[in-house]
């Protein structure tokens, strides 16, 4: 059996204006172009799921001519992610048209299965562990059923775990590659529209499995950057620094995603540093403590907010950067929170920063409350859920006030002139802790310029 597996892959900038903007913004476009070449980890999984005796073939969407005649498959399977599901959808219906089954899934078709079900033979909600063996028997034996659901909750265990096929990126040419070590993050914030919504609680793979795959993801490219596609990877301290002491011989240059309390161990920020992580991403979200109130059910955030300037110098003395990334239209934001988060990021000394506008994604808490509230802009607007894009009717300004609020913070924020202010402060910090220290590593900021 033949199965094409294909991606959703690229970022995404609806509005013409910030499009434009980007242009002239080389910072922004640099990061851009860095991730816009992830592959999918979600189909090299489903590849890994997939029976021995089938030919898999990974594509990339943007490889795909939609005038040529579509490739030979006996099914095909399509990742899902919100902003390009149209494209998924389009590609899904000549498919079908052509006589091909296709079986959608992802997190828009986990989220949306209602939608997703009108352009497949099947969907598959949750992680594709668990239930796509049976969906590939079911093709075969021409009895595909509409609706499948995989599992949410041990996904990481056996007999469901799988390696993801990384082997099929040979020859590709992504600059980066991503390995999974968590799904899920305990601290469920109303806007999340990331893995949480496909799993039942914080799920964690056993180190010896996370380091399997980080060397299998390794040795596809000479020098890759490794990105851990987690939403929350230290979350437990004990498997953290159990993880970081097996990394550390890889002599990889990596980067994640967490959130502030690894400022609060010493221990997990001295290993996190000689373990070759270059940068942690974290969602500060807002500056102000007020900003916060209500974002997740235990004011997890709001309770750290007076402590992120010491917590952004903690981490970043040990030579990692933090990306730190803000959300702007939140309901207690008023106008005057353009200039907060600017000078906010200036006192910081956040080396890399990412401004966003809240986003109500199909299936979140945030898209049930604003919905209920009359406050969406339109019914259906996915091809906008780009972060960049208003979708809502914020609570204390306009949505004009917002959008030009991004675009005046974007040229604020990202230039060449605050780069390098940002990166003398970021080096300034590093030194102070060399002078008392003997820390023995380089500082990230080499391999960032
Ligand atoms: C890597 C990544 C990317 C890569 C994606 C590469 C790719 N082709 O997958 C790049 C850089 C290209 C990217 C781009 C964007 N991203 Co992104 N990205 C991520 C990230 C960090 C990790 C995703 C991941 O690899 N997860 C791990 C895999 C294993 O999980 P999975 O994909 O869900 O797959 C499992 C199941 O869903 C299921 N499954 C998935 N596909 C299929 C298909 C079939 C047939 C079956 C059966 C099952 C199945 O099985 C898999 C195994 O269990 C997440 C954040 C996060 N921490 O999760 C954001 C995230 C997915 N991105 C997000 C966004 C908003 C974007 C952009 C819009 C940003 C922009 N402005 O351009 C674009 C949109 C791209 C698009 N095509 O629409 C949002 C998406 C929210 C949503 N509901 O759509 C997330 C959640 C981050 C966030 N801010 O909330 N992104």
């Not at 070449?37 to 997939?50: D, E, F, K, Y």
């Not at 981490?315 to 000078?343: K, M, W, Y």
């Amino acid at each position: 059996m033949r199965i094409g597996l294909i991606a959703m892959s690229g970022v995404r900038v609806r509005s013409a204006e910030l499009a434009s903007l980007g242009v002239t913004l080389p910072q922004f476009v640099s990061r851009g172009k860095v991730i816009a070449s992830l592959p999918s980890l979600g189909l090299l999984t489903v590849a890994g799921l997939t029976p021995a005796d089938c030919e898999v073939t990974y594509r990339e969407i943007s490889e795909l001519d939609s005038t040529a005649p579509l490739e030979p498959f006996d099914l095909v399977g399509i990742s899902s992610f919100t902003a390009q599901i149209d494209e998924a959808y389009t590609l899904a219906d000549r498919y079908r048209a052509a006589g091909v089954p296709v079986v959608l899934g992802g997190l828009h078709v986990s989220l949306m299965p209602h939608e997703a079900a009108q352009h497949a033979d099947a969907i598959v909600l949750y992680g594709a562990e668990g239930v796509w063996p049976r969906v590939v028997a079911d093709a075969r034996a021409g009895r595909l059923q509409p609706r499948y659901e995989g599992l949410r909750a041990r996904v990481f265990d056996d007999p469901h775990y799988v390696m993801p096929r990384f082997d099929l990126l040979e020859g590709r040419p992504y600059n980066r590659v991503t390995v999974q070590t968590s799904r899920g993050c305990p601290l469920n914030c109303e806007f999340c529209a990331a893995s949480i919504r496909i799993t039942s609680s914080y799920q964690q793979k056993p180190v010896a499995r996370a380091i399997r795959e980080i060397e299998a993801a390794l040795a596809v490219r000479r020098e890759p950057f490794l990105e851990l596609a987690d939403d929350n990877t230290f979350v437990n301290k004990k498997w953290g620094k159990e993880f970081l002491r097996a990394i550390a011989p890889l002599d990889a240059r990596w980067f994640t995603e967490t959130d502030i309390s690894i400022a609060d161990d010493d221990e997990l920020l001295d290993l996190l540093a000689e373990s070759g992580c270059r940068q942690v991403l974290i969602g500060l979200e807002s500056p102000d403590a007020s900003g916060l109130d209500g974002m997740d059910p235990a004011n997890w955030k709001q309770r750290r907010a007076g402590r992120y300037l010491d917590a952004i110098d903690r981490i970043q003395s040990r030579g990692i950067t933090v990306n730190g990334c803000f959300i702007l239209g939140l309901d207690n934001h008023t106008p005057a929170i353009f200039e907060t988060v600017r000078d906010f990021v200036a006192t910081s000394g956040l080396l890399e920063v990412q401004i966003t506008v809240q986003t109500p994604f199909p299936g979140t808490p945030l898209y049930a409350r604003l919905r209920r509230e009359g406050r969406l802009l339109a019914d259906r607007y996915w091809d906008r859920c780009t972060l960049f894009d208003v979708n809502y009717r914020p609570k204390n300004m306009t949505v004009d006030e917002l959008e030009s609020g991004l675009r005046w913070l974007f040229g604020q924020i990202y230039n060449e002139r605050e780069f390098i202010r940002r990166k003398r402060r970021y080096m300034e910090i590093y030194k102070e802790r060399l002078d008392t220290k003997d820390v023995g590593f380089t500082p990230a900021a080499s391999s960032l310029s």
